[in-house]
């Protein structure tokens, strides 16, 4: 408990989804300001134009009390039928390079007012066909390489701070798992091959794409293992359930003590966790 009082002041992560356009929880109905999508920031392609909207919201967020956004979203807009990145304007462009120069400047906004920016969604959500708040999302046959680099690009200037991966199926990768749950996506790609180190948070496991096809234990046990450093948990909605949080806690803790998750894995994703909070 000693050794655990020096973190008591270190602060909660209040965390928001706040992309600009139709993706912001944040209202402009509700008095909130309005923030132009990533699709229309990358038509514009003004890095100057970038930098004072999203300086803008980054700003509201520290006023409001929020250090962490689920922003912002780095995929390609490979298809833009996508239904839930490319029709929504979630994605700057279906170019890499334009990608990776409007997320420097919406992440360095971010860090400017404090606020912790995270990447999504990891190894790439731009070139399917379905939605993952639905079903599982099958890249297999339109995944392109190219998809990685943001990521790559955004590392090599030491500009990824989190990653949001996103529940990516791809046989070609893992024929087992999604990437939310693969040891071959998070360890062999974004650990090795990308050399990320820090904060990997999952995508809701609530979504249909892992609650059809894995139990809450298993989702949880599987993250985990597979690299997750925070889960997260965001549809509690249509089947309320206040326990949620003490049943996570609690199926965290028997897998630790049965030895399904080891000590070191958690140790691992709490010395992340406070890395990040510290910086």
Same mark, same amino acid.
């Given at each position: 408990i000693?050794? !655990?009082q020096?973190f008591?002041s270190?602060?909660?992560?209040?965390?928001?989804d706040? +992309?600009g356009?139709k993706i912001n929880?944040?209202?402009?109905?509700?008095?909130?300001?309005k923030?132009?999508s990533?699709?229309?920031l990358?038509k514009?392609n003004?890095?100057?134009?970038t930098k004072? +909207?999203?300086?803008k919201?980054s700003?509201?967020l520290?006023?409001?009390?929020?250090?962490?956004n689920?922003?912002?979203?780095?995929? !390609?807009?490979?298809?833009?039928q996508?239904?839930?990145?490319?029709? !929504?304007?979630r994605s700057?462009?279906?170019?890499?390079?334009?990608?990776?120069?409007?997320?420097?400047?919406?992440i360095?906004?971010h860090? #400017?007012? $404090?606020?912790?920016?995270i990447?999504k969604?990891?190894p790439?959500? =731009?070139?399917?066909?379905s939605?993952?708040?639905?079903e599982?999302?099958?890249?297999?046959?339109?995944?392109? #390489?190219d998809?990685?680099?943001?990521?790559k690009k955004?590392?090599?200037?030491?500009?990824?701070? =989190?990653?949001?991966v996103?529940h990516?199926?791809?046989?070609?990768?893992d024929?087992?798992?999604?990437?939310?749950?693969?040891?071959?996506f998070?360890?062999?790609?974004? $650990?090795?091959?990308? =050399?990320f180190?820090g904060v990997i948070?999952?995508?809701?496991?609530?979504? =249909?794409a892992?609650k059809k096809?894995y139990?809450?234990?298993?989702?949880?046990?599987?993250?985990?293992?597979?690299?997750?450093?925070?889960?997260?948990?965001?549809?509690?909605?249509? +089947?309320?359930?206040?326990?949620l949080?003490?049943?996570?806690?609690?199926?965290?803790?028997?897998?630790?003590?049965?030895g399904?998750?080891?000590?070191e894995?958690?140790? +691992?994703?709490?010395? $992340?966790?406070?890395n990040?909070k510290?910086?």
């Open positions: 000693s050794d !655990l020096k008591s270190i602060p909660l992560f209040i965390a928001v706040a +992309e356009g929880r944040l209202k402009e109905n509700y008095g909130f300001l923030i132009p990533h699709k229309e990358g514009i003004d890095l100057n134009f004072q +909207e999203i300086s919201l700003k509201q520290k006023d409001l009390g929020f250090n962490v689920f922003a912002p979203v780095v995929d !390609l807009n490979i298809n833009p996508n239904p839930i990145i490319g029709k !929504l304007g700057f462009s279906s170019d890499p390079e334009i990608v990776f120069s409007h997320a420097k400047v919406f360095k906004a860090v #400017e007012n $404090r606020v912790i920016p990447v969604h990891f790439g959500h =731009g070139s399917s066909f939605d993952s708040h639905l599982m999302v099958d890249v297999t046959n339109s995944w392109k #390489e998809e990685l680099i943001p990521y955004l590392k090599n200037e030491n500009l990824l701070f =989190g990653v949001m996103g990516i199926f791809n046989k070609k990768i024929k087992d798992y999604p990437a939310t749950l693969s040891l071959k998070l360890q062999e790609i974004l $650990r090795k091959e990308i =050399g180190n948070i999952s995508d809701d496991l609530q979504m =249909g892992i096809h139990s809450l234990e298993d989702a949880i046990i599987k993250a985990i293992n597979a690299g997750c450093d925070v889960l997260l948990f965001s549809n509690n909605i249509e +089947e309320y359930d206040e326990n949080p003490y049943k996570v806690f609690d199926i965290i803790f028997q897998a630790v003590k049965e399904k998750i080891s000590k894995r958690i140790f +691992e994703a709490f010395e $992340r966790v406070i990040l510290k910086e």
